[in-house]
């Protein structure tokens, strides 16, 4: 089946640690994305990508890193400069095509600071 | 900066009712406008996208209208049910295909 995983579906992380979540897709889609949720509010941008060893900033970046070194991987690192990370995260993928596509969307990363 | 406003955050309906659910945006400059759900701790899935050129789209119990020169969008949900209990969220494409989203209408279908 195609699609998006994201993996794990929980983490945790200590203050001072840098953490890396997982996105894998089998789409063949060229663009990829990480969003960040917090309660009751949109999803932000975080980065994005439109090709392989290529990404751009989104609205917030500070504290993040990415890279995309293969077309179907996306990992984001959580680094100890971002000061409040605790946050439902979301790894979208499209075909840029035109502007005609939709995201497609993982299950989320739930990241917790304890 | 396009912003992306969603009415009301959150509502209740008894079963059976239609639902109305409202986004507008700020810059009429997009290329199209996507209405998703969201289940409490799951992804996204795409309900409906409309390109700018369009006026509506229908999927099943689900319409959707556009008024780009105006910055306006409505979710329409025919007969309500328990199941269409979630949140729905609102995001316009623009600039290098990036999405601005809404912060969602929370929706609760009573039985």
């Known amino acids: 089946d195609g699609g998006i995983t994201q993996s794990p579906k929980y983490l945790f992380r200590k203050e001072g640690q840098n953490v890396t979540l997982s996105c894998e897709q089998n789409?063949?889609?060229?663009?990829m994305y990480w969003y960040r949720q917090d309660p009751g509010q949109g999803l932000r941008l975080i980065y994005y990508s439109q090709i392989v060893n290529d990404f751009q900033k989104g609205d917030i970046a500070e504290g993040y890193s990415v890279s995309r070194e293969k077309k179907e991987s996306f990992p984001l690192t959580v680094t100890s400069a971002q000061k409040n990370p605790t946050a439902f995260y979301l790894c979208a993928s499209s075909t840029p095509s035109g502007r005609a596509d939709t995201q497609y969307f993982g299950p989320g990363t739930r990241l917790t600071v304890l | 900066k396009q912003e992306v406003t969603q009415i009301p955050a959150a509502l209740s309906v008894p079963e059976g009712e239609n639902l109305v659910l409202n986004c507008s945006f700020t810059?009429?400059?997009?290329?199209?406008l996507q209405w998703f759900r969201q289940d409490p701790g799951k992804g996204l899935t795409s309900l409906l996208l409309i390109q700018s050129s369009q006026r509506e789209q229908t999927s099943g119990r689900l319409n959707a209208s556009l008024d780009k020169s105006s910055g306006r969008s409505t979710l329409y949900i025919a007969a309500s049910q328990p199941g269409d209990s979630a949140t729905y969220l609102c995001?316009?494409?623009?600039?290098?295909?990036?999405?601005?989203f809404g912060k969602g209408n929370q929706v609760v279908v009573i039985p």
């Open positions: 995001a316009v494409t623009y600039g290098n295909n990036r999405l601005a």
């Open positions: 789409l063949n889609h060229d663009a």
């Open positions: 810059d009429s400059a997009i290329y199209n």
